[in-house]
C-alpha cells in the first residue's frame, strides 16, 4: 500500500507520500528534488531514539551532509529560546539557502522546525517526516508554522510550504497510547468538517482508542483520507483568507482551554475534543444543526478515549476572556467553526456570549 497525494498551490505545490517502510526512503526521495547537500535533522530524544539513526543512514546513503540537534519534547518548550538553539545550530554548520531542515517527530518538532526554516536566511527548505498521528493527519501539511506566546498559542509564525511530505505507517507502532489518541481528534475532525464518509467509518470502528485496536487497512484509510481532505482545503486556501478556516473547528475553546491549563494538562488533541464537543453544543442552540448529530460526534470522541468535559478548576470568565486572545478574532469578534451537517460546517462571528457561557456550564466536569 502506496499513496502519493498533490497539494497544489500556485509556487508552492508538493507530494505527501503515505507508505509503509518509506523512512528508508528518505534520502532516495530527497536527492530527485534539486535540494542542497546540507541537511539539519530536527527531532526529540525519544523520536530520535527509535529513528533518528535509520533517518539520518537513508539521508547520508544519498549523498546528504547531515546534523542533527534535538529539542526538548513538549508543548511548553515550543518557544523562541527553543527556535533560537535551532538558529545556532544552522549557523555553527554553515547552513545554505540551498540546505534544507527535515523534521522528524511530533507536531511541536514539525512546527518549530517549518519556523526555522521559514525564518532563517529568508527561507530554506523543509521537509516533514511526521512521527505522531496528530502530525501525519494535520499539522505537517499546509505550511503553518509558528511558536507559542506566553498568552496564547502559536501567536507567532509563518506560512511556509515544505518540499516534501513523508508518511511512514509503521513509526506509528512507538506512539504512547495518549498520542495517537490526541491524533485521533484531528481525524474526527475531518469526518465533521469534510468528509461524511470518513466519519462513517470511523463510526463503524469498535475501537479507535489504541493503534493496535484499529485495523491497518482502517489506520491506512484515515492517513490518506485526512491528508486529502487537508490537501483539498489548503489547495484551495493557502493562507487562510476563507475556506481554510474550517480547519479550526474545536481550536478555537481548544486553543483557550491549552492555555490556560500552561501546556500542561491536555495534548493538544485533547483540547480539540473538549472543543469540538463545545462547539457542536453550540450549533445545537443556534439551531444549525440536530441533537443527534452532536451526539454522534460526541460518541465518536468518547470512542476515541478524549476528554468531552472541561476540568472543573477551569474559571469560565477566564476562558471567555481568552478567547480574544486568539488569531482568529477579527474587529474583536471571535470566529466559530460550527457543525451545519456531517461532512459541512460554516465559519461565524455571530456568536452571543451568553450562548458560550451556557455551553461551557454544560461541559464543565
Not at 469534510?194 to 463503524?204: G, M, N, R, S, Y
Request: charged share 20%.
Amino acid at each position: 500500500m502506496s499513496s502519493v497525494i498533490k497539494v497544489d498551490i500556485p509556487e508552492n505545490s508538493y507530494e505527501i507520500t503515505v507508505a509503509p517502510g518509506s523512512l528508508d526512503q528518505l534520502g532516495e526521495k530527497m536527492s530527485g528534488m534539486k535540494l542542497g547537500k546540507k541537511v539539519l535533522l530536527v527531532s526529540n530524544p525519544m523520536i530520535f531514539k527509535h529513528y533518528g539513526e535509520r533517518a539520518i543512514a537513508s539521508l547520508e546513503n544519498a549523498g546528504f551532509e547531515v546534523v542533527h540537534y534535538n529539542l526538548p519534547p513538549g508543548e511548553r518548550y515550543k518557544t523562541l529560546n527553543s527556535i533560537q538553539k535551532i538558529y545556532d545550530m544552522a549557523l555553527q554548520h554553515r547552513l545554505e539557502r540551498s540546505s534544507t531542515m527535515v523534521a522528524l517527530g511530533g507536531g511541536v518538532v514539525g512546527d518549530m522546525t517549518g519556523f526555522a526554516a521559514a525564518t532563517w536566511l529568508r527561507g530554506i527548505n523543509v521537509v516533514q517526516v511526521p512521527t505522531s498521528l496528530l502530525a501525519m493527519v494535520d499539522s505537517s501539511v499546509g505550511g503553518k508554522t509558528g511558536v507559542n506566546h506566553p498568552q496564547g498559542k502559536n501567536l507567532i509564525g509563518a506560512f511556509h510550504q515544505p518540499s516534501l511530505v513523508l508518511i511512514d505507517p509503521e513509526v506509528l507502532k512507538t506512539l504512547p497510547a495518549r498520542e495517537f489518541r490526541a491524533g485521533m481528534a484531528e481525524v474526527i475532525k475531518y469526518g465533521v468538517i469534510w468528509d461524511a464518509e470518513l466519519f462513517t467509518q470511523l463510526e463503524a470502528s469498535k475501537h479507535l482508542d489504541q493503534l493496535r485496536y484499529v485495523k491497518s487497512d482502517l489506520t491506512y484509510y484515515i492517513l490518506t483520507h485526512s491528508c486529502q481532505a487537508k490537501a483539498d482545503v489548503v489547495s484551495k486556501d493557502e493562507k487562510e483568507s476563507g475556506l481554510r478556516a474550517i480547519l479550526n473547528y474545536g481550536h478555537t475553546i481548544g486553543h483557550a482551554v491549552e492555555s490556560l491549563t500552561n501546556y500542561r494538562m491536555f495534548k493538544h488533541g485533547e483540547a480539540v475534543g473538549i472543543g469540538m464537543v463545545a462547539a457542536g453544543g453550540i450549533a445545537v442552540k443556534l439551531g444549525l444543526w440536530e441533537q443527534e448529530d452532536t451526539e454522534r460526534q460526541d460518541a465518536i470522541i468518547k470512542k476515541a478515549g478524549l476528554p468531552t468535559q472541561l476540568p472543573a478548576s477551569l474559571d469560565h470568565g477566564e476562558l471567555i476572556d481568552a478567547l480574544q486572545l486568539d488569531k482568529k478574532v477579527k474587529s474583536g469578534k471571535v470566529r466559530f467553526v460550527l457543525p451545519t451537517q456531517i461532512g459541512a460546517v460554516k465559519v461565524t462571528d455571530e456568536v452571543p456570549t451568553d450562548i458560550i457561557k451556557q455551553v461551557l456550564v454544560e461541559i464543565a466536569g
